[in-house]
């Protein structure tokens, strides 16, 4: 959806062939340009993009508020249109009626709504509409109606090469075949035919132009793309290639998610059964000649193919394309045999208010973002009026220039359509990035000399805003180490400014942030408990500031390469519902903002929730002008504060990275029944997480010393919420590891330190375990304990109000019921009590 709005807003405000403005591209002012890359020198398909120009130009709306009216006005065409592709004699009435119905709340027909695929919405619709035109006998049409015919049917083919030329070869298939049946029930009238057929190719050559030779080539780049063999092992779309495809076919069962046996089981066989019965019905009226089972046995075929190639974008895709045909092919059967009415109705109306109360539903709700899902990326965007929070707040403010510090992709696409005309930048990362490699993609598969002539300058520009640059890693082990990144240097001099003397208000640059809402990052300054999602400050306000930056060690999820992504979607905390969390990999860099003389990298994570057995949390660094402990320990989860450092500086700009320590590792792929029946070797979640982190900020020095930490645990997890407390080694429900330790107040120098918790009887009765307590690193005192309640109370000596306590038992035992975290001990209370 981003990228069709920011192509809008260009044709909505330039020609289709301007060449960008070098000047306002280099000043940030306008990020629609760069789809002129995109479209003109690329020759992506422009379709949908000038539909959307032409609806904001009737309705005076942004491209946002109509686009999702104008995918839904598709997505009736599409149902509609295979009504009259089923309506082929009067007998059939019924069976277009009910696949209409069916196709309205078909959960895997809508779900390219929902996924907000507007171009494979539209290009199905006018892929039917082109079925419709073209596979007839043309038995009794006199020349008239066949010029009428050929030029309608051409006129359709001219707007699918533009909207969406990727179902072509569906359509090419499905024509040979419906009229080769048709030569083989000897049938076919090749007269008329040829009319039709010469009248629509003539058609698309008049209009398409030399255009004709782009949507060629990228048809032929599309067509790679999906049936290139992939690295099952890193699949994004590996839901066609497990058995439980098979479900979510059928809308059986939603196409991700967790898969609870014997259901999965049962539904699997469902859909195999289906899908056979789906193959034998299309084979049988093929042969009588039926447009709708032409097309879905051509897609079933190229679905086999496939599915043998291990090709899962292509069978993602696939199983999209085919629903409103298969709806219509099974319909048209079923209906037409010989029973009762109620018998034709009654199972189809069941059928499709289970699709409709199963799946339909799931899919609309995992799609406002409310919960947590692979395919959500901007969370709570609808309820919250996301975008419409962003342009108030950037309207009211006085400035016209801004430094955003955006990770997430759509999320910084949808910002920057609201920009246009004022000064702004997202250092994280190179948003464009693919979007300008289209464009060199396009003038080397369709050489154009002018083209060209126009495009150099513009893509010299670009590579002049986006520079690389290098981290260094100060790995012991490897010198030569680097973490290589985009740096944009406009930035710098945006930074520059903030900290001049200005008086004019407009010349101040404002920083606007995202909240604890939409990410995991300075969540101390910006964790927030309403709903909003954006905050506004005066750059020269700011300090001690983290902007995450896409690196090559370190890359967000959105395009970025498996074995490297450090940060993934956010999704709910399972122990802190109302917080949010987000996947982590190795490698996080970061640009700071003003930073204090003197810092320390604050991180909050668990591996709580790994599941592997170990639950072992990474022996993290940070990484500035040196590398400093975290001097994390244990299993669990944990919230610490880094060895105080300073910033690496590169080209004037300051930046710091934690290397976790360890390479991220993948969850478990626990498969029950017949999710074993194939694909095993595909992983339910392809993520290599290192654990979830909570919140990555940055304090000073002098902040952390004054932090004001609790003088006990007595309530878990709610305790080890306090920001105010250092502790590592403890899970979020009490049970603690061989090592942990954490930071307490210590108020009353005459205060007994008491511990008190239980040591679970498993499967050993006769289990011990020594315990050590350390207070500021000296042995407080030495215990062996046994299964049962136990409690301990020390003096411990003076010192500071803030006291480190270590907890060191020698063994572990594993919970049970699958659970099998290592635990020591469960904490029932752990500080300082006047009374014992």
């Known amino acids: 959806?981003?990228?069709?709005?920011?192509?809008?807003?260009?044709?909505?405000?330039?020609?289709?062939?301007?060449?960008?403005?070098?000047?306002?591209?280099?000043?940030?002012?306008?990020?629609?340009?760069?789809?002129?890359?995109?479209?003109?020198?690329?020759?992506?398909?422009?379709?949908?993009?000038?539909?959307l120009a032409w609806v904001c130009s009737v309705t005076g709306l942004t491209a946002h508020q109509v686009f999702m009216p104008t995918i839904l006005a598709f997505l009736l065409i599409l149902i509609s249109t295979i009504g009259a592709l089923v309506y082929q004699t009067k007998t059939l009435y019924l069976s277009a009626l009910i696949a209409c119905g069916l196709l309205s709340i078909s959960a895997l027909n809508t779900y390219g709504v929902l996924q907000q695929l507007i171009a494979q919405v539209s290009g199905i619709a006018i892929l039917a509409g082109c079925l419709v035109l073209l596979l007839q006998s043309f038995e009794n049409f006199k020349r008239g109606a066949l010029i009428q015919q050929g030029l309608l049917a051409g006129l359709l083919v001219v707007a699918?090469?533009?909207?969406?030329?990727?179902?072509?070869?569906?359509?090419?298939?499905?024509?040979?075949?419906?009229?080769?049946?048709?030569?083989?029930?000897?049938?076919l009238y090749l007269k008329p035919l040829l009319i039709v057929s010469s009248l629509a190719v003539l058609t698309n050559l008049v209009f398409l132009n030399t255009f004709f030779i782009h949507a060629i080539a990228f048809l032929r780049s599309q067509t790679g793309k999906g049936i290139i063999l992939n690295d099952l092992q890193f699949s994004l779309f590996p839901y066609f290639l497990i058995p439980s495809g098979l479900a979510g076919f059928w809308s059986l069962q939603p196409i991700s998610g967790t898969y609870r046996d014997p259901w999965i089981s049962i539904t699997i066989l469902l859909g195999m059964f289906l899908l056979l019965t789906a193959i034998i019905v299309s084979f049988l009226l093929v042969r009588w000649n039926s447009p709708s089972a032409t097309i879905t046995l051509v897609m079933l075929s190229v679905g086999l193919v496939l599915f043998i190639r291990q090709s899962d974008f292509g069978l993602f895709k696939l199983a999209m394309f085919i629903q409103p045909f298969l709806v219509a092919t099974m319909v048209v059967w079923w209906v037409n045999q010989p029973r009762q009415l109620i018998l034709k109705i009654a199972p189809l109306l069941l059928v499709g208010l289970l699709s409709l109360n199963i799946q339909q539903n799931s899919y609309v709700e995992a799609s406002r973002g409310l919960g947590q899902g692979v395919t959500i990326e901007v969370p709570n965007a609808s309820r919250a009026k996301i975008y419409s929070e962003f342009q108030s707040l950037f309207e009211s403010l006085p400035t016209q220039k801004f430094l955003l510090d955006t990770a997430n992709v759509v999320l910084a696409k949808f910002q920057a359509l609201y920009t246009v005309n004022k000064t702004a930048f997202f250092p994280s990362r190179d948003f464009y990035e693919t979007i300008v490699k289209l464009g060199k993609l396009g003038l080397d598969a369709v050489p154009d000399p002018e083209l060209s002539q126009a495009a150099q300058p513009v893509l010299k520009m670009i590579s002049s805003i986006y520079q690389q640059a290098e981290f260094d890693l100060l790995d012991r082990?490897?010198?030569?180490?680097?973490?290589?990144?985009?740096?944009?240097?406009?930035?710098?001099?945006?930074?520059?400014?903030?900290?001049?003397?200005?008086?004019?208000?407009?010349?101040?640059?404002?920083?606007?942030?995202?909240?604890?809402?939409?990410?995991?990052?300075?969540?101390?300054?910006?964790?927030?408990?309403?709903?909003?999602?954006?905050?506004?400050?005066?750059?020269?306000?700011?300090?001690?500031?983290?902007?995450?930056?896409?690196?090559?060690?370190?890359?967000?999820?959105?395009?970025?390469?498996v074995r490297a992504i450090a940060l993934y979607q956010l999704e709910k905390d399972f122990f802190f519902p109302e917080e949010k969390m987000s996947g982590l990999g190795r490698h996080l860099l970061f640009e700071t903002i003003h930073p204090s003389e003197q810092v320390r990298l604050e991180l909050n994570l668990t591996a709580s929730l790994k599941n592997d057995k170990e639950n072992k949390l990474p022996p993290a660094e940070a990484i500035g002008s040196e590398r400093k402990s975290f001097s994390i320990v244990g299993r669990g989860s944990a919230h610490v504060f880094s060895a105080p450092l300073s910033p690496q500086i590169i080209n004037q700009r300051q930046y710091l990275e934690i290397d976790m320590g360890v390479e991220g590792k993948r969850l478990p792929n626990k498969r029950k029944g017949l999710m074993n029946w194939y694909g095993k070797e595909i992983p339910l979640d392809r993520r290599q997480l290192v654990g979830f982190g909570r919140d990555v900020s940055l304090i000073s020095d002098e902040e952390y010393r004054n932090l004001n930490p609790p003088?006990?645990?007595?309530?878990?997890?709610?305790?080890?919420?306090?920001?105010?407390?250092?502790?590592?080694?403890?899970?979020?429900?009490?049970?603690?590891?061989?090592?942990?330790?954490?930071?307490?107040?210590?108020?009353?120098?005459?205060?007994?330190?008491?511990?008190?918790?239980?040591?679970?009887?498993?499967?050993?009765?006769?289990?011990?375990?020594?315990?050590?307590?350390?207070?500021?690193?000296?042995?407080?005192i030495r215990q062996m304990l046994k299964p049962g309640e136990f409690k301990i109370q020390l003096a411990v000596p003076p010192g500071n109000s803030r006291r480190r306590i270590d907890l060191r038992f020698s063994k572990f035992q594993r919970l049970p019921a699958g659970d099998d975290r290592p635990v020591a001990a469960q904490l029932k209370f752990i500080g300082f009590k006047e009374n014992g």
């Not at 301007?18 to 379709?47: E, F, I, N, Q």
């Not at 905050?535 to 967000?556: C, D, E």
Request: aromatic share 12%; glycine share 6%; with cysteine.
């Open 711 to 780: 003088g006990h645990l007595a309530d878990f997890p709610a305790d080890l919420a306090n920001p105010n407390l250092e502790y590592s080694g403890i899970y979020e429900d009490g049970w603690v590891s061989e090592a942990a330790f954490l930071n307490l107040k210590q108020t009353n120098p005459a205060s007994p330190l008491v511990l008190q918790g239980a040591l679970p009887e498993l499967k050993d009765s006769a289990f011990s375990t020594e315990l050590i307590i350390l207070v500021e690193g000296q042995e407080a």
């Open 1 to 51: 959806m981003a990228n069709y709005c920011l192509s809008a807003d260009l044709f909505l405000r330039h020609g289709f062939f301007d060449t960008p403005d070098l000047d306002v591209l280099a000043s940030g002012k306008d990020y629609t340009l760069y789809y002129w890359l995109m479209h003109v020198p690329g020759g992506v398909r422009p379709g949908c993009d000038l539909l």
């Open 477 to 561: 082990q490897n010198p030569s180490a680097r973490n290589s990144f985009i740096m944009i240097k406009q930035v710098g001099d945006l930074i520059a400014q903030a900290n001049a003397t200005l008086r004019n208000e407009q010349d101040l640059p404002f920083l606007i942030s995202t909240t604890s809402q939409q990410d995991i990052f300075n969540n101390r300054r910006f964790r927030v408990a309403d709903s909003r999602n954006f905050i506004a400050q005066p750059l020269w306000k700011v300090n001690n500031f983290l902007i995450f930056n896409h690196s090559t060690l370190g890359q967000h999820y959105y395009l970025g390469q």
């Open 160 to 187: 699918l090469f533009i909207i969406y030329p990727e179902v072509l070869p569906f359509l090419v298939l499905a024509f040979l075949l419906y009229h080769g049946v048709s030569l083989l029930r000897r049938k």
